[in-house]
């Protein structure tokens, strides 16, 4: 994934650009770069050998020039120079949450810190109090910051930020001045990983909500709090920022605050060469200052002649031209959910049983589930033997028999994927499933070539339908394994194999950026909460995300077919097996 490592390169160039003090306007093209590299779905290489590096947004022939030294070298020369101009502890202090490239500059300027360990012992010495703009309070939340890096806590995942966020946001909705209340920032964005929570409220009176808020269960410790703006950490220990607008900007407002910084730079160049003007207040005429609205994000998009775009795709990745061209994607939304794949019941490492499953999921709504469970190799996870698996066939059915009607079971396994992708049941068995997952649960190390092989060669089964969590990482646990995603994105194709977005929050498992590439490559797709406990059935909102950020669309997600038309969908994939 060569546009990943390149991406974080310029990001690097750009952090150290700013430290020096550099043309803001060359930081500015260096981050945009990295922001639309992450979101390439065509190969580098390809792109490269035909000269189509400058059709990447924001990539212009120096910078393209770059990107192909990188691919021909594995490093750039003048980001390798620049490296070289600025202490080697440099890049550690920019990863603590706070201290950015122009606070970098002053700790390194004033008092030739270039470490974290110097940067904390500066602060238990209350040294930074000496420093413009310094005080014992942000002395302290460096400290707090220090710590949290060194914990693997800098950011947090969705499966956290998410129902804080909601909890936060059912109370301020019950102040009575509150008249909308929404989160922002990159969690309305649904990225995988936050740093701070930001939520948005429309009142009339913000005195009131401010006292609601800082006083509020969720407030372990006020941060600020001022007449419209407040920030508080709360006793998880996230920072959450509130800020309040009038009801008429908060459309512009939210807008503004949700971002991407680069979708907004964008969008603010297109309002100028129109003579508008935008902002956290709303949308105004240059010449003449009249406001032409703000009080909803579709009017923000309007006055530039945009639909409104989805917040999960607002990160300057093609979003803006296809809004422009009336090409945005009808992305998949929660209604359009049938069922959910990849349930383990207590047959194997899941908490709850089948009965249990079973009406949970008709509660919802649900067409299907597909119970999934261990197969007999995964000894750690309780996997089931063929007789076993025979067992839970026979539960499953008379389940389905004693409640017949709109929603049913479906009878799947999780199974491993053995060597040169042998699969850890026989066909036999395999073909008597209506759907089969096939999962990598050993030899994470393998090289790529080997790990691909497996992949590849359990799609070209007819019985696999899904690939599960197919790179296997784990946040903050487990990097992704080798395994070159090109080959495994074309064999999906052929094979017409889906491949899963993993709803689990340390997973996200294909990532968004795989996910957009994958259905790009005209490969299908399917979110799976990985279910082992009930609760666990919540993180489809989260798997939805991903799946959105991705511009995927109801007619590329498995999870949007019918009960019918899934097993017709098998069906065809039985018989086009090679």
Sequence with gaps: MKQHEIATLFTQMADLLEFRGDNPFRIRAYRRAAQNLEGVTEDLERLNQEDRLTEIPGIGRDLANKIREYLQRGAIKAIEQVKRTVPSGIFELLEIPGVGPKTTKLLSERLRIASVNQLEAAA?????????????????????GIAIVRKGQARMHLGIALPL????????????????????????????????????????TPSAVMKAFTAGPFCARILAAGGTKSSIITPEGVQVDLRVVAPDCFGSALQYFTGSKEHNVRLREMAIRRGLKINEYGVFRTRTGKRLGGREEAEVYGALGLPWIPPEIREDAGELDAARAKRLPRLVEPEDIRGDFHIHTNRSDGS???EDVAEAGRRRGYQYLVICDHSKSLKVAGGMSEAELGRQMAQLRDWNARHPGRFQLLMGAEVDILARGRMDYADR??????????????????????????????????YVALIAHPTGRLMGQREPYAVNLERVFQAAKD????????????????????????????VWLAVSTDTHSLDQLDNMAIGLGVARRAWVEPTQLLNCLTREQLLAWIRRKRAHAP
């Design 124 to 144: 238990k010495a209350h040294k930074l109090c000496a420093l413009p703009g310094f005080q014992e309070k942000k002395e302290q939340n460096i400290l707090k």
């Design 165 to 204: 966020a909601r909890q936060i946001v059912g109370l301020l909705r019950e102040i009575p001045s509150v008249k909308r209340v929404e989160p922002a920032g990159s969690l309305r964005r649904m990225r995988e990983t936050i740093g701070d929570l930001d939520i948005l409220v429309a009142a009339t």
């Design 352 to 354: 709850n049983t089948l």
């Design 429 to 462: 068995t395999l073909s008597r499933l209506d759907f089969a997952i096939g999962s990598i649960h050993s030899g994470f190390t393998q090289d790529e070539g080997t790990l691909t092989a497996r992949l590849v060669g359990a799609m070209r089964n007819p």
């Design 495 to 522: 094979t017409r194999t889906a491949l899963e977005i993993n709803a689990y929050p340390k997973r996200l498992d294909l990532n968004d950026h795989a996910a957009r590439q994958a259905k790009d490559h005209g």
